[in-house]
């Protein structure tokens, strides 16, 4: 079949996506089969040679894999680690005394907004789900009142907020100002991480019904309580670590010589896995032979808390493998083509050509650094004044929409233990929210600066 083109292939992409939707949702079949099958039919559809489909979807998944299966795999084990020696609870009873229990989810957002800044989503999430599960249980609400909150805090500093890696990659692109980008972007996301967070969360969750039982949950939550908890101040420092260690791999180049032994050290333990692996690491002392744990209880912890991740992880797998389609099929550059035809104003130009990289690939980090690599010299050739706000712009638009084809909704659906219908509710919604409430205050800090 000869490669298709224009309009044909955008239309060939859409109903690949509805399709996913409808048979994931309404037929209920195994998602990782239809994700994989759509990606296969959507590849032949568009024209890509019938040898190259199956290279194609394995490079996706592969490249996928190789970051996100390392980076569960150790942040389930720290978090497993937190949960066994009783930091997870040390850090609930903290949180839920300082704010009280009908506040712990603006407990949950702070401590997200906190975290999350050198972070990559999931890396983030990981991290923080076994404090989510165990300040649900101890208020006794629905994990979605304290992880959703956790969520947009977590999703807000990934779009938004310099040094996260995604906002760092557009700062370069505009040649914005860093102290400006982060000033600005904590002006504006915190308003919306409040109102997509806690807010939203008291008016959906009361209309979703979780089952009663969470297998993921049981690994944090069910085991014999403690005596004796480590500290909170211990708990933290063991927790911060790979934030403390990813911020300075970010800044590497503002206080190292770049190239030199220093530089490449840190840049080297600020990698997200090394970070990781480092933090876990420290945990098996900290939360482990420090609290009582012998070496066979530690390895028992860290083999065991293992096997529900595997579901997960290959959906994530699963939608890289769709994101390389849609990008080795054409569709991605058909959308940008279309947008670039429209001849729109560098802001708005920003948040839409994220948000259309965003629905088509499924990656907040590809939508913002596709999309400021495009805009980027438009608005340098007009001149716009102001490229921090395009930083924010474009951080708006890379969060729109998450749907089948984001690892991140198959790990808030999984972890949650929701189904897709009500993942699309919350989540999907809730990004949404993000995207559209920071596009509109950045459209009005461009009116008074």
């Known amino acids: ?19 996913l939707i409808v048979l ?9 089969i239809v994700i994989t099958l759509v990606s296969v039919g959507l590849a032949l559809v568009a024209g890509m040679p019938a040898n190259a489909v199956v290279a194609s979807y394995e490079g996706g998944v592969g490249k996928t894999l190789g970051h996100i299966a390392l980076v569960v795999a150790l942040g389930t084990m720290l978090g497993k680690m937190m949960a066994e020696s009783g930091g997870a609870e040390q850090v609930a009873r903290t949180l839920i005394d300082r704010f009280g229990e009908r506040n712990a989810h603006w407990a949950m957002v702070c401590i997200a907004f906190l975290v999350g800044l050198p972070l990559f989503f999931e890396v983030g999430f990981v991290l923080l789900v076994p404090i989510a599960f165990t300040v649900a249980r101890r208020v006794g609400v629905s994990i979605l009142m304290v992880g959703l909150p956790m969520v947009a805090g977590l999703s807000v500093v990934h779009a938004l907020v310099p040094p996260h890696p995604a906002a760092m990659l557009a700062v370069q692109a505009y040649q914005a100002s860093v102290g400006q980008t982060l000033f600005y972007a904590i002006l504006i996301g915190i308003p919306t991480a409040i109102i997509a967070g806690p807010i939203y969360a008291r008016f959906i969750v009361p209309h979703i019904h979780l089952p009663d039982e969470n297998p993921l949950a049981k690994q944090f939550l069910d085991r014999e309580p403690r005596p004796q908890l480590p500290s909170f101040g211990i708990t933290m420092a063991t927790i911060l670590l790979p934030v403390v260690l990813m911020l300075l791999g970010g800044w590497a180049n503002l206080i190292s010589t770049p190239g030199s032994g220093f530089n490449s050290f840190l840049l080297f333990i600020g990698n997200s896995v090394i ?10 002392w900290t939360l482990g032979i420090a609290q009582g744990f012998s070496r066979d209880s530690i390895l028992k912890f860290t083999q065991e808390c293992l096997a529900p991740t595997a579901s997960i992880t290959l959906l994530v797998g699963a939608g890289g493998g769709l994101n390389r389609i849609l990008v080795d099929s054409g569709v991605t550059n058909e959308i940008v083509g279309l947008a670039q035809d429209w001849h729109l104003s560098p802001l708005l130009m920003g948040w839409l050509f994220a948000a259309l990289m ?9 939508a ?21 706000l395009l930083v924010l712009a474009t951080g708006a638009g890379s969060v729109i929409f998450s749907h089948v084809n984001d690892g991140g909704f ?6 949650f233990n929701m189904t897709v219908a009500q ?17 509109v205050l950045t459209l009005g800090l461009a009116q008074v600066i």
């Open 1 to 19: 079949m000869p490669p298709s083109t224009g309009l044909s292939l955008l239309v060939y992409a859409a109903v690949a996506i509805i399709a």
């Open 24 to 32: 994931i949702a309404r037929f209920r079949l195994n998602p990782f």
């Open 275 to 284: 970070a990781l692996l480092l933090a876990t690491l420290l945990s098996f």
């Open 358 to 366: 965003r629905v088509a690939t499924g990656s907040a980090t590809v």
């Open 368 to 388: 913002m650094t596709t999309a400021s690599g495009i805009v980027a010299p438009v608005a340098l050739g007009l001149g716009y004044p102001h490229p921090e």
């Open 410 to 415: 198959w790990l808030i659906k999984e972890y």
């Open 423 to 439: 993942t699309f509710k919350t989540w999907t919604v809730l990004e949404t929210l993000i995207s559209v409430i920071a596009f």
